[in-house]
């Protein structure tokens, strides 16, 4: 295992914020991305091409916090104990597997894992104790 990092949802004002967690801790925004700018953004409402698809700051060599806006379109809703994920970043795709297996039993598969569009080996879910989990490897 590489990392884990908090990855945090917004419910349209991840920019706002993760500009002041900028302010105040410092570093670099590696990635910022917006819906309208990914493959098939422009099927996205215009109204919400704006939001954040994902962005990550790295405050240092070992935090780097992440986060998106949701979409009203898909009907995601930010409340308290949904508005974040850990993320494990993985060293291969056995140890992915192996880990997404453990931490969905008994839970939830909300994406299985699969290879994204970015680039990655990719997964989402939720354990039995409802913490949700994004598994990766890159």
């Not at 990392?3 to 004002?13: I, Q």
């Not at 953004?41 to 990550?56: N, R, T």
């Not at 009907?75 to 297996?101: M, P, W, Y």
Request: charged share 25%; hydrophobic share 40%; aromatic share 12%.
């Amino acid at each position: 295992m590489r990392n884990l990092t908090p990855y945090l949802h917004f419910a349209g004002n991840a920019e706002e914020a993760m500009l002041y967690y900028k302010s105040i801790l410092g570093g670099e925004f590696s990635i910022f991305s917006r819906y309208g700018e990914i493959p098939g953004g422009d099927k996205i409402p215009a109204h919400e091409q704006h939001k954040l698809i994902h962005v990550s700051l790295k405050v240092s060599d070992v935090i780097t916090i992440m986060a998106t806006d949701t979409l009203d379109v898909m009907d995601q809703k930010v409340e308290a104990g949904n508005n974040f994920h850990i993320v494990i970043h993985t060293e291969s795709v056995e140890e992915t597997n192996r880990l997404f297996e453990k931490l969905s039993d008994d839970g939830d598969v909300e994406m299985p894992l699969n290879k994204t569009f970015w680039g990655s080996y990719f997964g989402m879910c939720r354990d039995k104790f409802g913490i949700q989990w994004m598994i990766e490897f890159t």
